[in-house]
């Protein structure tokens, strides 16, 4: 019993790390934040920060772990690809999750844009990506005017457009909703681009 007490206050004490972290991000940028600022936004002492990370840098790498992991976990719940077959209801679902979640995280995910995390986001996504279908995408040759496209130029085109829209997303005040996001991201992938690339979409089924 005692240990879970414990558990609870060490979450806790994170959560609040971690919240005065992403404000003091938002109002003065990551390079001007000091982990004196961090502990005094808290309410703890700096002994109780470095009680839980090693320094400023350990805490962002945290909160980016956090980040993929979000994205990674609901990419692994349901199989998008079956055979050479895109089931577009299920991508939409899927990124719709994942837009769901950052609209309630906004800030969050506000501080992880403001340096170079993106780009290392997009290529842990397109390694993710590509580990998980590899046995799909080796099956796969693509032309274009006779041309061969690599896979992998393939994975990062749509990986990029995906950080992209993210960020336009995130940093515009855009009404658009997670639903009608993952719908344009969808067309904007969708029309063209995937036939090319011999898969069949489909449309209808779950």
Known sequence: MKKKKTDLRVLRTKKMIMEAFI????????DQVTVQDIASRAMINRATFYAHYKDKQDLYDQIFEYAFTTF??????????EKNRIRVKRIER????IYQNIHENREFFLTLTQSSSLELLRQRLAQLIA??????????RITENEIEVPIDFIIEYMTS???GTLHWWI???SDMTPKHLAQLVIKLVGNGHLTVMGLEIDRQNN
């Open 23 to 30: 404000k003091l991000v938002e109002e003065k940028g990551l």
């Open 72 to 81: 990674s976990d609901i990419i692994e719940a349901a199989p998008l690809m």
């Open 94 to 97: 899927v990124l719709t999750n």
């Open 131 to 140: 580990e998980k279908y590899a046995n799909i995408f080796a099956q796969l």
């Open 161 to 163: 457009i995906f950080i």
């Open 171 to 173: 940093h515009t005040d």
